[in-house]
């Protein structure tokens, strides 16, 4: 089941089914009622902890069904999305002219201190650098202990550093390919495929330069394809590419 955590200018943070098969789309699974309005959007944790700040100068860890897991106060409203990185850690900004960085457990890691309001949703960086903009007119960039953004389906607002806001597409299905040959030439691959899928299938000599060699049609089963190429390296390497 995929779930959208919304913001809301209510003192709400609404979860609703996007796909699911004993709700309907869109149906309203739990409400988590703030203390002012929220217009942070959300994070997930690697643990499925949603994380958002408030107007009531908090942000806010809640369990996956909805539960409050903690709240952290902070000295003015908490406008900013927060960013989690790969340790577990949360930055998020405030409008006490801070970015905090918060544990997991919802203890005080550390504060920076701007000239003024930080409204902006820190991003992090592949190195674990934080990047965040103040009212006070500059762009922050911050060393951290977090390599690299957490391993979660939305770690900080619009997905990635890029914002982008597209999620990492599922881990496709690896290839178990069956090799056969009673000589150099013809040699024989056999994999299973799946129906309504394209392959291609290609070689190399020296595994830095691929070349493609066929192109076979999934049936929903196991196919064959036979390389009947003249051999002209010593050895020879294949790799089989799903494309649609």
């Given at each position: 089941m995929k779930l959208i955590?919304?913001?809301?200018?209510?003192?709400?943070?609404?979860?609703?089914?996007a796909l699911g098969q004993e709700l309907k789309p869109?149906?309203?699974?739990?409400?988590?009622?703030?203390?002012?309005?929220?217009?942070s959007s959300p994070a997930i944790g690697s643990d499925a902890t949603i994380y958002v700040g408030s107007y009531d100068n908090k942000l806010y860890a809640?369990?996956?069904?909805?539960?409050k897991k903690w709240?952290?106060?902070?000295?003015?409203?908490?406008?900013s999305s927060p960013a989690i990185g790969s340790d577990g850690t949360i930055?998020?900004?405030?409008?006490?002219?801070?970015l905090y960085a918060i544990n997991p457990d919802g203890t005080k890691k550390w504060a920076f201190d701007t000239g003024d309001d930080v409204n902006s949703s820190p991003a992090i960086g592949r190195d674990g650098t934080i990047y965040f903009g103040s009212l006070d007119g500059n762009l922050y960039a911050i060393k951290s202990?977090?390599?690299?953004?957490?391993?979660?389906?939305?770690?900080?607002?619009?997905q990635n550093a890029q914002r982008t806001g597209r999620a990492p597409s599922p881990v496709p299905d690896?290839?178990?390919?069956?090799?056969?040959?009673?000589?150099?030439?013809p040699f024989?691959?056999?994999?299973?495929?799946?129906?309504?899928?394209?392959?291609?299938?290609?070689?190399s000599h020296d595994l830095k330069k691929w070349g493609e060699i066929g192109e076979v049609q999934g049936t929903g089963s196991s196919v064959k394809f036979i390389e009947r190429r003249k051999a002209m390296f010593p050895q020879q390497y294949y790799r089989v590419k799903l494309v649609e």
């Open positions: 955590h919304i913001p809301t200018f209510a003192a709400a943070v609404i979860c609703c089914s869109g149906d309203v699974i739990w409400e988590f009622e703030t203390g002012d309005m929220v217009q809640i369990n996956p069904d909805g539960s709240a952290f106060e902070t000295g003015s409203y908490v406008l930055y998020v900004g405030s409008e006490d002219n801070n202990s977090s390599i690299g953004p957490a391993d979660s389906p939305w770690p900080m607002f619009g690896k290839i178990q390919i069956n090799a056969f040959s009673k000589s150099a030439s024989s691959l056999t994999f299973e495929t799946k129906s309504d899928s394209t392959y291609k299938i290609e070689a």
